[in-house]
């Protein structure tokens, strides 16, 4: 599909309170399976794009927001093998001053700069996203296009996903991966062996993803989901979060994001630290990507008057 990394190591953390708790853990380090299209985002449009080749589209539309890394990845990887792509962000007075939103959101001039045309559309509006109607609208006006669900999704994601584990990964008791929209998490739940516990960390509050985990999932009784560290939400971090993330990379050289791999990260190192774990416990952890949305993050610390996310 495309040149990606053949080398996706699994890097062993070394750090003190593993060593007093008898606990091995190991990052698959997914973020480097690709400059622009990393992580789970290689894993889900890998399909999805071989199946809009076969369907003869010219034509791959997405959904996101401003600062989403799957919009970014979906433009790359079209620009790639040869699709045009289109963006329909979240957020219509992003309109208004379209050059100056590209000077400032590096994650939209990056998408912009791969050949993404975008259409924004209201908050209001982008709530109807997975309607019919809605859809049908879009294809009056843009034409006909293959279409990828916000976050990237569906049956030929989940394929995808359940490729990150290899034949060497059955050593682990515990796989964890951080959850946004569940085709990450699924597809590790098809996975593993039946002895594996499949844990995740949703990134969202609610608990409306268990059963978009269960759409996709073939068994229910080997995972279930870490709902205590999501910081508030989508994209809510603070401090705590962000010290975390920085003290991480500089013991383990390991970088994380503050909306998917720092919260799951956050929460495993509490969960040993609690005993949660039993002594001698393996796990590996999934590194989905997700750092091209730093900057943004970084706009925003700035403007609170916060230390930075160091990259």
Known sequence: MFEASENIVNQQIILPILDDKDVELFIKREDLIHP??????????????????QQKTEVVLTFGGAYSNHIAATAAAGKIKGFKTIGVIRGDELAKDIDGVLKSNKTLKFAHEQGMQFKFVSREDYRNKTSTSFLNELKQELGDFYLVPEGGSNELAVKGCEEILTKGDEKFNYICSAVGTGGTIAGLINSVNGSQKV???????????????????NRNDNWYLETEYHFGGYGKFDEKLIYFINKFKENTTVPLDPIYTGKMLYGIMDMISKDKFPRGSKILVIHTGGLQGIEGVNQKLKRKGINLIQQ
């Not at 509050?205 to 999932?217: D, T, V």
């Open 36 to 53: 622009y299209i990393s992580g789970n985002k290689y894993r889900k449009l890998k399909y999805n794009l071989v199946e809009a080749k």
């Open 199 to 217: 844990i995740g960390f949703p990134a969202l509050k609610g608990n409306f993803l268990e059963g978009e985990i269960e759409k996709f999932s």
